[in-house]
């Protein structure tokens, strides 16, 4: 057996703590994206893909956070909340990734949430349904979207404070996310005092809604809320109330202004009089956007052909998703779970594109309430939307 | 209360038309095919496409709805139907054709996308004319000619009593030198067609939609159910009914209600008269 000598020794050591501290700091940062780029409700996943992507690609060709690159392990759900689950566990357990981001449909989250919270591995929530956060049972998960009563509060407020109206039709879908935001839209109207005065739910694949404005009209409603994700129902309230001739105003969930509604509907002028649920960041105030989302824009455009012909805050979410991780590891140095949760609890107004998020300890929504303007869902323009006249 | 009934009409002549084509399939093979309403899916995608985006003429836009419709449900049998039925007497077939419609659907989803798009108008007409409008017409209208068709072809036509003789005994037809074979390829061929015209002519109520398929397979087998399984009138009915119910079931107790009783119809008419309202009785002679 050879010896070596102590000074020989001393540098095999040092060259191995060297070499050995070399290769923590370069092992990468492994992100789970559980994105449903295929399937139903999937132009919101390949809009959030674009945010995820260039912020991914943007920090690793600065050389990575504290010199770790970034790995994105990206896993397409199809919308199906079976594959979400199988997906997730595969990213948990054999992809072994440091954090996962997603899934982009609240169905689908119901199913991982728990999931990744039994596993201990942290997640970024990009769900809106409220039941998808829970300090105890998820430790570990962050919401960064809205929640949708935050939606829903803003459109009603909208519709009571500004526009002044008394007399609300609620319209929902059958869909548990339809029925569960048409419940919460009525709970909150009643807060207010207002008891609407038509309430209906509809399947989304009705294809006539005529009896149900009908309705609506005889009831006396003075505005049309509706609360679906269903791009063809929302399309064909439109259409039926201009068919009509009913010049009520429509405030309600975002769809109403997403673009595949314009070519649905029968007649430009029907989306006229229409407004949502949308955000600062995505709103022009005298023809501008807030500088941060400008730069994104106008950073993202030329890699888009020029033009952005899907909604912009979807893309600045995503990209705000990956800001988030790397606000945790440059604090902390790493992505471990106790660390990641206690550093997201005492964030307080990080300023992302999307929004400006705070976390606390008792509340792991990150959205804040005064983020959420309304807009006019006629006005896109570069993805971005006009303020909803006041 | 009117336009209920319109609209319940216009949504039933649809699922009419999808009993007719199944009743166009099954009379030759036996086999009550997923992808019915896939092929109607097809017809409204391809429509949309030919005329709305490649700016066909309406004419050439429904011929070529017609001939993918009719190509499609040509595949069908060629891949999910002729050599299952070759290889077993089982109820194979349903998984086949399930698989072969959910396939379809896939390809258009990733071609067309998954939200609705638009169906082009097919005749000059002011959006507000109210229940007057060609979107509740066109498939009303198209669902009764082709009926009336489907039964001139039966009954006057050699082809059609080829048809007949195949769907009454396809052994003994084959012993009469029938090429049974040839017949139920040329069945699956003409429910395409049917299909792929009865999705273009609803085009406008459905909008282009990657997902229709499977309701309409749904709803059509309930109407065929309902109707009698074999019998046009029974297909017309039972599309109807289940339209009407379907739509005034809406109207009275909510959407959230509308599927609980088309399905409930199915049940209660099973129980009552298993062989549907027009169905022929089946007797086995032992």
Avoid at chain 2, 185 to 214: D, H, M, P, V
Wanted: charged share 15%.
């Amino acid at each position: 057996m050879t010896s070596l000598s102590l000074p020989r020794a001393v540098s095999a050591a040092l060259f191995s703590v060297l070499l050995g501290g070399t290769s923590f700091a370069q092992e990468p940062i492994k992100i789970g994206w559980l994105s449903s780029l295929t399937g139903p409700l999937s132009s919101a996943a390949i809009a959030e893909n674009q945010g995820v992507q260039f912020a991914v690609d943007e920090i690793n060709k600065a050389g990575g956070i504290n010199g770790r690159k970034i790995e994105l392990l990206t896993r397409d759900t199809a919308g199906e909340p079976t594959k979400a689950v199988n997906l997730a566990q595969q990213l948990v357990f054999s992809d072994k990734v440091h954090v996962v981001i997603g899934p982009v449909n609240s169905g689908e989250s119901l199913a991982t949430v728990p999931i990744l919270a039994k596993a201990g591995i942290p997640n970024i929530v990009i769900g809106a349904l409220e039941g998808l956060i829970d300090e105890k049972k998820f430790p570990y998960a962050f919401r960064a979207i809205n929640t949708n009563t935050q939606w829903i509060a803003g459109a009603n407020n909208y519709a009571l404070d500004v526009l002044k109206k008394k007399k609300v039709a609620v319209i929902g879908d059958t869909s548990g996310y339809g029925t569960a935001s048409a419940k919460t839209a009525t709970e909150l109207l009643e807060k207010a005092g207002i008891k609407p005065v038509y309430s209906v739910l509809i399947d989304p694949n009705k294809t006539d809604v005529s009896d149900e404005m009908n309705k609506a009209k005889t009831a006396g409603a003075d505005v049309v809320m509706p609360w679906t994700a269903a791009t063809g129902l929302m399309a064909r309230i439109l259409n039926t109330r201009g068919n009509m001739g009913w010049d009520v105003p429509v405030v309600g969930h975002p769809a109403v202004m997403a673009l595949p509604i314009k070519a649905l509907l029968n007649k430009p002028e029907y989306w006229e009089n229409t407004f949502a649920a949308g955000y600062q960041s995505t709103t022009y105030v005298d023809g501008k956007l807030p500088e941060r989302t400008q730069k994104l824009v106008d950073a993202l455009k030329p890699a888009l052909g020029g033009k952005i012909d899907f909604t912009f805050w979807w893309v600045a979410l995503g990209y705000d998703c990956v800001k988030i991780i790397e606000h945790v590891v440059k604090t902390t140095g790493g992505l471990e779970p106790a660390k990641f949760k206690a550093t997201l609890e005492a964030t307080k107004d990080f300023p992302g594109i999307y929004a400006s998020y705070t976390w606390t300890p008792q509340d792991h929504n990150g959205f804040p309430d005064r983020n959420i303007v309304v807009n006019s869902a006629n006005s896109f323009k570069d993805g971005s939307y006009d303020k909803a006249p006041h | 209360m009117l336009a209920v009934i319109v609209s319940g009409l216009a949504i039933g002549a649809v699922y009419a038309a999808a009993a007719l084509a199944y009743n166009v399939m099954f009379s030759t093979s036996k086999v009550l095919s997923v992808t019915t309403g896939h092929l109607f899916m097809l017809g409204s995608v391809f429509g949309a496409w030919f005329i709305g985006t490649l700016g066909w003429p309406i004419p050439l836009g429904l011929l070529g709805a017609i001939a993918v419709g009719a190509a499609f449900g040509w595949l069908t049998e060629i891949v999910a139907v002729r050599r299952v039925l070759a290889r077993s007497d089982e109820h194979l077939w349903l998984l086949s054709t399930l698989a072969l419609a959910t396939m379809g659907q896939q390809a258009v989803g990733l071609w067309w996308g998954t939200e609705p798009r638009p169906f082009p108008r097919l005749i000059e007409q002011d959006f507000a004319s109210g229940l007057a409008d060609q979107k509740y017409w066109l498939p009303i209208g198209l669902v009764l000619v082709l009926a009336l068709g489907l039964e001139l072809f039966y009954r006057g036509t050699l082809w059609g009593k080829l048809f007949q003789a195949t769907s009454e005994d396809a052994f003994a037809a084959r012993a009469r030198g029938i090429a049974t074979d040839r017949v139920r390829s040329f069945s699956y061929l003409l429910a395409g067609a049917l299909g792929g015209l009865a999705g273009f002519a609803a085009g406008q109520l459905t909008f282009a939609f990657f997902a229709l398929g499977l309701q309409l397979t749904l709803f059509g087998f309930i109407a065929l159910a309902v109707g009698g399984l074999g019998s046009n009138l029974g297909a017309l009915v039972g599309g109807t009914a289940l339209g009407l119910l379907s739509s005034v079931a809406s109207y009275f107790f909510g959407g959230e209600f509308q599927h609980t009783i088309a399905v409930g119809l199915l049940m209660v008419v099973l129980l009552v008269k298993p062989e549907g309202l027009f169905g022929a009785k089946r007797v086995r002679p032992v």
